[in-house]
């Protein structure tokens, strides 16, 4: 019902035209922005949907007992709430997913055994957002609700949308851009994908989790039209555009409350302002108060007895002792200790009711409840893991190619030295709540033997070792510079790793939950094996695997080429091959910024990560609005690599940019054609500055992209649609948003830093 402006094919698991590299358009030639750039151009508020069985929801209210009323409002296993029995009322199912439906657990933290629980892997949520193509948010939600109504659950936890802020955070990967407006088009379409397959999507992290690191308690503060202008945007597109059924409430404080019941997040900005009709689920253990959470917002309690999985279990057969299982109401806020509170204070009575209201839509909006039906789920579809390729594909970004060095000719070459553990290694079950049991999973090393094939020698050396505290492995180091000398070409493929162990995320955790890493590096010695590899070989190829900016100004200006290929999923290692050969076009665009060095990023630069000085539980966002490229472009600080930046095998020209306004929204038009021998896909991106205003703009805001697939020579006319948002900022003395009349310069361009047209509006 959300497919309007996507892809019809994908309800049979194909991908349209447009994804493939064809328009899908009426008039030849023509491309326009798939979703609007301003959410009033959108369609009403699509939280309507869940109010279609009222009279049912109304009905079952009044029969439910309070006790059974509660019952509904907490957990009852680790990935369960509470059913009535009584009236057919079912369990609510959950499962993590922001990339793949996670593995099998049992009712108290135990991972079931012989599950058929290995599934589609996808790539991780950066990977996603370095497409720029909606219509893959949408494949990709598609691929995750279908294999979530396969399993029987009815609630996936993602996407993961907070704002990537510090390169440190452990959790980026999971995240998608920097940029908000990027954040809410890749988040609309994977929420409605999800949707579409009768589960509800999970939006997360509510509110400003933007670091792992004290993220338990940590107390964020920052400015109104910080949050209005950087934070809450793409997690009001997922509620008011996105339709989304579910919202979670964050570990994190903000400004002085717990984020999971704050009543000015949840109750005045996401249930009052926008509307939200969905249920607001805790993460895992984050209600703290029985009051605050009944009266501030909070729905669905999960993860209290977390305390008690992690101090009171026998680690050794991971089980709750049997007078743990026992009293479940009294290890949650909202049982025994919500009853009682109850019994003394009537009023709360229709405070518990809203919560009931809100978790019988969901169930059936999602079609949980008797009578319904919901679309035919299906697990590891050959369909899906095409999905996972396509993502990978369009998601590897090429940062750098000197001399073209890039695509490797394959008749050319007869030897070829692989190094790198990140060539060998799996990722699926790392990073902590995100880790995914995979069907397989290609690893680099396996997908280049298979495109180079027999012809061509292909060896491995591993170059370092993965452990913590591990400097560089001299042995190693030789055995690598030996194999690169003696061979045509080198791969290295090194980065960051997700940490493993579910229990112990600390091993080795470099992008996992929990944890913030400790610099930009690269860890184990990787820096010193670079420079060493570039020395011993000029044609050596860099790949990069991890969850953001990595710091590589030690070595990038020895080497000629240099890929991004973030955590690339279960068809990774064969989409890399890919784009390496030139079988595979790359059209990625990095989704954030990557600094020079830690110290330029603006969290770095201004101060405050990760916590206020002398106070560990404190900390200020002195950043304010200028985040990732709205710091590094007004402030006029150089990036290594520019938000939006990413090189491809053929070349695009931008023809002049023409604009026209009506009232307060302003239409866009230009060419571009591919000028170079080979196909490719090129991401028109336009930026917003405002000429005049009273107020301290960043130097330039996205506010509109399109990702157009371009035959050698073919021509395109891209439309892009401003409407009033595109040119508003947040007022904190008005408290609203304002728009100033006056002069407003549009840039089109390839990155944030490569402008190729311009042109000016007078809006009203």
Not at 258 to 264: L, M, P, S, V
Not at 424 to 429: D, E, G, I, V
Not at 552 to 573: D, F, I, L
Request: with cysteine.
């Amino acid at each position: 019902m959300y497919l309007s402006r996507y892809c019809p094919a994908l309800l049979v698991g194909l991908f349209c035209a447009a994804c493939q590299g064809n328009t899908t358009n009426t008039t030849p030639g023509t491309e326009t922005a798939a979703v609007a750039a301003d959410s009033s151009a959108a369609p009403a508020n699509r939280q309507q949907h869940l109010l279609g069985h009222e009279t049912q929801v109304d009905s079952l209210l009044r029969l439910l007992t309070l006790e059974e009323k509660l019952a509904l409002i907490h957990a009852n296993s680790s990935f369960t709430s509470g059913g009535v029995p009584r009236l057919s009322i079912p369990e609510l199912k959950m499962s993590d997913g922001p990339h793949g439906v996670r593995v099998e657990f049992g009712r108290d933290w135990e991972v079931d055994k012989d599950a058929n629980d290995a599934g589609t892997y996808l790539p991780s949520g950066n990977a996603l957002a370095s497409t720029w193509n909606p219509e893959l948010g949408y494949a990709f939600g598609r691929t995750l609700g279908r294999e979530a109504n396969a399993r029987g659950k009815d609630v996936i936890l993602g996407p993961g949308i907070n704002i990537i802020r510090t390169p440190l955070n452990g959790r980026n990967f999971e995240y998608l851009s920097e940029d908000p407006y990027l954040v809410a088009q890749m988040a609309v379409g994977y929420i409605r994908g999800v949707q579409d397959q009768g589960i509800s999507a999970c939006v997360k992290h509510f509110a400003a989790n933007n670091q792992e690191e004290h993220r338990n308690d940590i107390d964020v503060n920052m400015s109104e039209r910080a949050l209005r202008e950087i934070y809450l945007p793409g997690f009001r597109a997922a509620v008011e555009q996105g339709g989304v059924n579910t919202l979670m409430g964050s570990y994190n404080k903000f400004r002085g409350t717990f984020a999971t019941h704050n009543a000015y997040l949840m109750n005045d900005v996401l249930k009052g302002e926008w509307g939200f009709k969905g249920v607001v689920i805790s993460d895992w253990g984050s209600v703290h108060d029985t009051q605050q959470g009944l009266r501030n917002g909070t729905d669905l309690e999960m993860g209290t007895d977390l305390n008690l999985m992690y101090n009171s279990v026998d680690q050794s057969k991971n089980l709750l002792t049997p007078d743990q299982k026992v009293n479940l109401y009294d290890r949650f806020f909202f049982g025994t200790a919500a009853l009682q509170a109850i019994r003394k204070d009537s009023s709360l009575v229709p405070l518990v009711d809203d919560k009931v209201r809100r978790l019988l839509r969901i169930r059936y909006a999602t079609g949980m409840m008797p009578g319904q039906r919901r679309p035919v789920g299906a697990y590891n579809a050959p369909e899906h893991h095409a999905t996972a390729r396509k993502v990978a594909e369009e998601g590897i970004v090429l940062l750098k190619n000197e001399g073209q060095l890039l695509p490797l000719n394959k008749a050319a070459v007869k030897s070829v030295a692989v190094v790198g553990a990140n060539a060998t290694r799996l990722n699926s079950m790392g990073g902590g709540s995100s880790q995914v049991k995979a069907k397989f999973e290609t690893t680099a090393l396996q997908g280049l033997q298979k495109a180079f094939g027999p012809d061509v020698k292909v060896t491995f050396s591993p170059g370092y070792t993965v452990a913590r505290g591990q400097k560089s492995d001299p042995k190693l180091m030789a055995q690598a510079v030996a194999a690169a000398k003696a061979a045509d070409v080198t791969i290295f493929v090194g980065g960051s790793i997700h940490g493993y162990d579910y229990k112990v995320w600390s091993d080795n955790a470099y992008d996992a939950e929990a944890y913030d890493k400790p610099d930009m590096r690269m860890p184990f010695g990787q820096d010193e094996l670079v420079k060493a590899l570039l020395q011993a070989q000029p044609n050596t190829v860099v790949v990069l695997l991890g969850g953001g900016p990595i710091d590589v100004s030690e070595w990038v200006g020895q080497a000629r080429s240099v890929v991004e290929a973030w955590y690339p999923g279960m068809e990774g290692g064969t989409a890399l091959a890919g784009v390496l050969l030139g079988t595979v076009n790359p059209s990625g665009k990095l989704p954030f910024t990557f600094p020079v060095k830690l110290e330029d990023a603006p969290a770095h630069k201004l101060g405050e990560y990760p916590s206020t000085p002398g106070n560990p539980l404190k900390q200020t966002y002195k950043d304010d609005i200028y985040v990732g490229y709205r710091y590094f472009d007004t402030y006029k600080v150089a990036p290594q690599f520019a938000f939006g930046h990413g090189l491809s095998y053929t070349s695009f020209e931008y023809g002049p940019l023409a604009a026209k306004t009506t009232g307060q929204q302003a239409t866009v038009t230009l060419t571009v054609r591919n000028t170079g021998k080979v196909a490719g896909a090129e991401v028109v991106q336009l930026y917003v500055h405002d000429d005049k205003t009273r107020v301290k703009r960043p130097e330039k805001e996205l506010k509109a992209f399109r990702k157009v697939f371009l035959q050698p020579g073919e021509s395109k006319t891209v439309t892009l649609t401003l409407g009033p948002d595109a040119f508003r900022y947040y007022d904190e003395a008005q408290k609203q948003w304002t728009l100033e009349p006056g002069r407003f310069t549009l840039l089109a361009g390839s990155s944030s830093r490569d402008i190729r047209q311009q042109g000016a509006v007078e809006v009203q």
